[in-house]
């Protein structure tokens, strides 16, 4: 998913750097002016990933910029 802020629509698809089934969560939001935000959590392994959009020579990618792992204390 891409979208152009400066026009206001979706451009070309930007892929998502993972795959996921109809049980895990993702969310979708943007954040500050050009930038889209997406949270992922596993539903196998609980873990939860945040990619965030940026722009290097006007090829927009997702990068990775946090990783948690799932911990719980008894």
Excluded at 9 to 38: G, I, K, M
Excluded at 43 to 63: A, F, G, H, Q
């Amino acid at each position: 998913m891409c979208f152009d802020f400066t026009a206001e629509r979706f451009a070309p698809r930007l892929p998502l750097p993972f795959t996921s089934c109809c049980h895990d969560a993702v969310s979708l939001s943007s954040v500050r002016e050009e930038q889209l935000v997406v949270l992922f959590q596993s539903s196998d392994t609980l873990d939860l990933e945040i990619w965030v959009t940026t722009k290097i020579e006007s090829e927009p990618y997702m990068e990775q910029v946090l990783d948690v792992g799932y911990w719980w204390t008894v």
